[in-house]
């Protein structure tokens, strides 16, 4: 029985934590065909904000789920009502640049 739980104890953990998420070169140079200034940081950094501020108000949407232009309506909007809900200046210019770099990017990203 101890063994039992141990087990679907450790299974719950590793159903639970994070997804790590590891960007390719290929997407690095898809970012940089649009957004010159694009890194792997940049990606990473856009993916890290997208998760702790976007789903915070509503539920998550994949990259995939909307294509470029509507991304680039989408995310000023957005960042304008998280900032305006937080009566203050939560997500930066800089964090919206990234966030927007990685749902463009990943939005035409290869199926897996």
């Not at 890290?48 to 501020?53: E, I, L, N, Q, R």
């Not at 900032?83 to 290869?110: C, F």
Request: proline share 6%; with cysteine.
């Amino acid at each position: 029985m101890t063994k039992s739980v141990y087990i679907l104890f450790i299974a719950f953990i590793i159903a639970c934590s994070p997804k790590t998420v590891s960007f390719t070169n290929s997407d690095v140079e898809r970012a940089a065909s649009k957004f010159p200034e694009s890194t792997m940081a940049t990606l990473t950094e856009g993916h890290a904000h997208y998760k702790k501020y976007c789903g915070s108000c509503h539920p998550y949407k994949a990259p995939s789920a909307k294509n470029e232009d509507q991304w680039k309506t989408i995310i000023p909007k957005m960042v304008a009502n998280a900032n305006k809900k937080e009566g203050k200046q939560v997500i930066t210019p800089k964090m919206e640049q990234e966030i927007l770099t990685y749902v463009v990017t990943m939005s035409t990203a290869p199926k897996k």
